[in-house]
């Protein structure tokens, strides 16, 4: 037993039995053991990981109780199944002849255990944590089943007591009300976490209005803490994935009040003039039918996406549109500007060609040192005032033709009188395919003719340096993209591993992984969406030939004339059925997640 914080003698009962016994306090946990040696017999342990809270109690006379409050995942001896039980730990302070003494020696157990469970790194000596945390708890009384509140009232509170959780509650009355009061509020920033009791609906809410904000940067940072109440629930199955524990309430109810601050991607979604932020999904044909059609059954549950399914296998809507996607591992925009490498990636085609009569031969004709912008012999090829055509060292290519000498071609004049001067003047704007020759270093490798960017080109311009976080709605697509078009059975981007508590779509996609897939079907057949319906396809396990996923950074929907029974979702919302540009945007938003030592 190592770095022992606290040791004392409490009064321990077992079986009615009241023993003394000596409590050591650890950074691992609790040990109760039955006499002062480190090697006596331990008579119980309680893990540091499983405490959620402390109280202090006034017995009978002058003793006082410790209460350790811990739920210890336990392995059901029937079913087989891992599951949490509440167990409370009672240790009597009675050594003392005085009420005070009593308490004294309890508070200060008291204080230091919730300090070590506030702060890991805590040792004795350290300020201990006495104030108590603040959350905002938002209960969506119609939510799902309409259970938001019962949970509340007979699970969730009493755990935040327990927990020392002060709280302030706020029950949702109509669409939108999460949302509108996250905007407003100026007291925002006193919370440590915004809890959400219901379904993904409020998550969504209090996301975009968190975003809404003009303090967005930093109120986006503050962590959302997820109790299913609703008939999604979807991110609250994903984070409990990842913490790798059951997905129950309780085990929800834990990750709240012992959770540390995570991040989350979130996915950027432009329609129109619109913006939304995305933490699940993004649906259109017969995944988006389900969600939007089962409304109506809201009663059942997590069940009405089964019943709706079911009928579904009857027909199946076939949608018309296009698909661009940029694969997460092809990220970078093609960038034709000056600065850019002149290397293998770069379409020839877009290069000026060399003019042969400027030719010379290094090994022959020396370079005359006074030709401006030619680097001096004391000079690197690096440093400032070298050419931007030669060569750089870190990138790797075949070796330049011996034949040209490339630091000759930025400053000769080959179109006027032959003194070294060119305007450029009259060449800006001209079609590259017109030059014979590089220009001079201050001229960007660029286009505005009509006859390389027609008014219906999708490709971006070739001046333009932009990542994808940065493309939108109306941006050019670039042509690394690649386009899907013709019918679909259903398109949807997906960005967590979870689409429901029961539907789990992805095995090991993280709660930040930067990127999100894309799954779209062409020619789905009724066993390709019993596969789906029975969560027999995940991207890590597909070896359907109609199902594909693609690993994505970014993707454009550009579905066709709406017609009856035709959906676009957003995290189970329904918007209108009108082009869409999505982009992941990586863990700019934060969760309560359980450390990975857990």
């Given amino acids: 037993m190592t770095d022992i914080l606290l040791s004392d003698e409490f009064v321990y009962t077992v079986n009615n039995y009241d023993y003394v016994v000596t409590v050591w306090l650890t950074k691992s946990g609790v040990f109760i053991c039955d006499g ?18 402390v109280k202090a109690h006034y017995g009978e006379k002058d003793t006082v109780f ?27 302070a009675s050594q003392h002849q005085c009420t005070t003494g009593n308490l004294k020696q309890v508070m200060l157990w008291k204080n230091t255990i919730t300090s070590c469970l506030r702060s890991p790194k805590f040792k004795v000596g350290d300020p201990q944590v006495t104030e108590h945390r603040l959350y905002l708890v938002f209960i969506n009384p119609k939510g799902g089943k309409g259970i938001a509140k019962k949970l509340w009232l007979n699970s969730v509170r009493p755990m935040f007591d327990i927990a020392s959780i002060e709280y302030k509650e706020v029950y949702t009355e109509y669409s939108g009300h999460a949302r509108d009061y996250v905007i407003k509020d100026p007291d925002l920033f006193s919370y440590d976490s915004i809890v959400t009791i219901s379904g993904d609906g409020i998550i969504f809410e209090v996301f975009n209005g968190l975003l809404k904000r003009e303090d967005s940067a930093k109120a986006i940072k503050i962590p959302l803490s997820i109790i299913p109440g609703g008939s999604g629930n979807g991110l609250c199955a994903s984070i409990l994935h990842q913490c790798g524990i059951p997905i129950t309430l309780m085990d929800a109810i834990f990750v709240a009040i012992r959770g540390v601050s995570t991040p989350l991607d979130l996915v950027k979604v432009e329609q129109g003039d619109e913006v939304m932020w995305s933490f699940l999904s993004i649906a259109w044909g017969l995944l988006s039918a389900v969600d939007v059609e089962s409304e109506k059954m809201r009663w059942l549950g997590e069940a009405r996406f089964t019943v709706e399914a079911v009928k579904k296998l009857l027909s199946f809507p076939i949608k018309s549109g296009k698909v661009w996607f940029v694969k997460a591992e092809d990220t970078h925009v093609e960038n034709l500007s000056r600065s850019s490498s002149v290397n293998s990636e770069i379409n020839p085609e877009f290069l000026p060609k060399f003019n042969p009569t400027l030719r010379r031969k290094i090994d022959k004709e020396p370079v005359p040192a006074d030709i401006k912008g030619l680097p001096t012999s004391s000079q690197s090829p690096s440093s400032k005032g070298s050419s931007p055509r030669r060569r750089s060292s870190e990138v790797d290519e075949e070796p330049l033709d011996p034949e040209i000498d490339f630091t000759t071609l930025n400053d000769v004049d080959h179109d006027t009188d032959g003194e070294g001067s060119i305007d450029m003047s009259k060449m800006r704007g001209r079609c590259i395919s017109e030059l014979n020759n590089y ?151 934060r969760v309560m997640c359980l450390p990975t030592h857990n």
């Fill in 36 to 53: 002062k040696e480190q090697h006596s017999y331990r008579l119980k342990y309680i893990h540091l990981h499983d405490i959620i809270g």
């Fill in 66 to 92: 410790l209460l350790i409050y811990s739920f210890p995942l336990v392995k059901n001896r029937f079913n087989g199944k891992t599951q949490r039980c509440k167990k409370v730990e009672m240790l009597c």
């Fill in 439 to 589: 220009p001079d270093p201050d001229a960007e490798l660029s286009c505005a003719c009509d006859k390389c960017n027609p008014p219906d080109s999708k490709a971006i311009p070739a001046d333009v340096s932009r990542d994808v976080e940065n493309l939108g709605l109306n941006d050019h697509i670039p042509s690394t993209w690649t386009m899907v078009k013709g019918d679909f059975g259903t398109v949807m981007a997906f960005s967590a591993t979870h689409l429901s508590l029961g539907y789990q779509i992805s095995e090991s996609l993280r709660l930040d992984a930067g990127y999100f897939y894309l799954m779209f079907t062409r020619d789905l057949k009724r066993k390709d969406f019993l596969q789906i319906l029975l969560q027999n396809i995940t991207p890590e396990s597909n070896e359907s030939k109609t199902i594909n996923f693609e690993k994505i950074k970014a993707f454009r929907l550009e579905p066709e004339v709406s017609e009856k029974g035709a959906y676009v979702t957003v995290d189970g919302e329904l918007v209108p059925y009108t082009p869409l540009h999505a982009c992941i945007h990586k863990g700019i938003a």
